[in-house]
Nanobody
């Protein structure tokens, strides 16, 4: 499985960006997809995840109501719509893929070890 993230860029605070991650190889429609981010000098952290076949979505508290994760299985693509961006949202954003079952995903979607495959990251810069 290969993941290719895109859509990052420079945006003013309060603005919006939509990140995309296209997957190739593997059974995309039965994988959980996640977004993580890493700001300079900080550890990589969970942002959002989406399960498969109605398994639900998960968000970190500080992005709830501002970010929306979605997927298009026909295009093997997961999206992260980011609205009302803040300077603290600036980071390199990574997409990731997991084949773990729903019970494990529900319990451990924030854990990076859940995800077997990772994209290369896309940089989001937010100016104040």
């Amino acid at each position: 499985v290969q993941l290719q993230a895109s859509g990052g860029g420079l945006v003013q605070a309060g603005g919006s960006l939509r990140l995309s991650c296209v997957a190739s190889g593997g059974a995309f429609s039965v994988r959980t997809l996640g977004w993580f981010r890493q700001a300079p000098g900080k550890e990589r952290e969970f942002v959002a995840a989406i399960g498969w076949a109605g398994a639900g979505t998960y968000y970190e508290d500080n992005v709830k109501g501002r970010f929306t994760i979605s997927r298009d299985n026909a295009k093997n693509t997961v999206y992260l719509q980011m609205n009302s961006l803040k300077p603290e949202d600036a980071a390199v954003y990574y997409c990731a893929s997991s084949a773990r079952n729903r019970r494990v995903v529900a319990a451990a979607h924030r854990s990076q070890t859940l995800y077997e495959y990772w994209g290369q990251g896309t940089l989001v810069t937010v100016s104040s």
